[in-house]
């Protein structure tokens, strides 16, 4: 495994594996803002061979004015890996999609979902899904920039709006303009008056209504997402889409990730934690020489073990700041001995 990150030079690390250009959607981790950065996206990518892994959301401007390296920096395990953009102008998203495509991101997923006030101060977003006319032109200039899919994440409708029209026209007029994946978050955005949070909660979901649009259009992908929460979840779902993508779930019960896996055929078994446990350390060390902190990379392994004996041992161990001062990957495994020592049964 290669365990380095990505070079700086994005001409040289183009390369994927020969199945990429038809990688299916069924298991996705979806992007999530200072969750899903590429850290995360090495430790899911143990857990979860085939999965799409989704970055977090990058704004068209950061990859304009910005330190392009740091928003597209990934490691080459993580394939299949998809690069989320924000942005509404038609250019400048086509600008950042030809980026994507020459760091070598196998897919461009724009984010019509999201449906934060600041993101909306920047007219993307969820706001978007009001401009189905203005979405369709944005993904024909992505599609006319790069060769790698481009597909869309969005809800089923905005603010007090239940009428399936709405989404039906939206996805209708995307579908038309080349768009074949689909990523519906199945519930409404409210974009007055409550919080990310709160939208991820909130308005009730609606599975159902999500399912219609694959009926209606079959030969497109449609993935849902939104309040998957167990294997029995995501399997049950599975019957009338073509994916599930796990959000929350991925970040407070990572394990989930693995277990799925098993379930759909993606692998005959999970790494064994050991195994992803040395993996870690590795990985850890590599970035620790280049001045990430530890911190950072250990992140996204606090929920890993939820509902286990020793779990809050674990978390306690990965959350000490003097510990992680220390930038020792070590720690890793450290950790990963209090909780075997406290998971094993007491003598009787």
């Known amino acids: 495994m290669n365990l380095s990150t990505v070079p700086s030079d994005p001409a040289s690390h183009v390369t994927r594996s020969e199945a990429l250009p038809e990688f299916g959607h069924a298991l996705c981790v979806a992007p999530m803002i200072d969750v899903t950065d590429r850290h995360c996206r090495f430790f899911h ?68 979902g999201c449906p934060s006030e600041r993101v909306q101060r920047g007219a993307f977003g969820a706001c978007l ?31 007090g709006t239940t009428d399936y029209g709405f989404v039906q026209d939206f996805v209708g007029k995307v579908y038309d303009a080349g768009c074949r994946v689909f990523i519906v978050h199945a519930r409404h955005a409210i974009l007055g008056g409550l919080s990310p949070k709160e939208n991820r909660e909130i308005p009730p979901l609606q599975y159902d209504l999500a399912a219609q649009l694959k009926v209606e259009f079959p030969d497109a992908r449609f993935v849902l997402n939104g309040g998957l929460a167990s294997v029995a979840d995501c399997l049950a779902e599975m019957k009338r889409f073509d994916g599930v993508m796990l959000g929350r779930a991925a970040w407070h019960d990572p394990a989930i990730l693995g277990e799925l896996s098993v379930a759909l055929g993606h692998c005959e078994q999970v790494m064994p934690e050991e195994d992803v446990i040395a993996a870690m350390i590795d990985y850890a060390g ?63």
């Open 286 to 348: 590599s970035q620790v020489a280049v001045g990430v902190p530890l911190r950072v990379v250990v992140k996204p392994l606090l929920g890993w073990f939820q509902g286990r004996r020793g779990a809050r041992q674990w978390r306690r161990t990965l959350s000490d700041n003097t510990l992680l001062n220390l930038n020792d990957p070590l720690l890793i495994e450290r950790a990963w001995t209090d909780l075997v020592g406290q998971a094993r049964p007491e003598p009787a």
């Open 129 to 159: 899904m009001r401009e189905a006319s203005l979405v369709a032109d944005c993904i024909r200039a992505m599609q006319d920039a790069v060769s790698v899919p481009v597909t869309v994440k969005h809800r089923l409708g905005l603010d």
């Open 45 to 112: 990518r143990l857990l979860a061979p085939r999965a799409v892994l989704y970055s977090e959301m990058t704004t068209t401007g950061a990859l304009r004015f910005g330190d392009q390296g740091r928003h597209l920096n990934f490691n080459e395990s993580e394939h299949p890996v998809v690069l989320q953009l924000g942005g509404s102008e038609p250019d400048e998203l086509a600008f950042s999609a030809r980026l994507g495509e020459k760091w070598g991101y196998d897919e461009i997923n724009l984010n019509c």
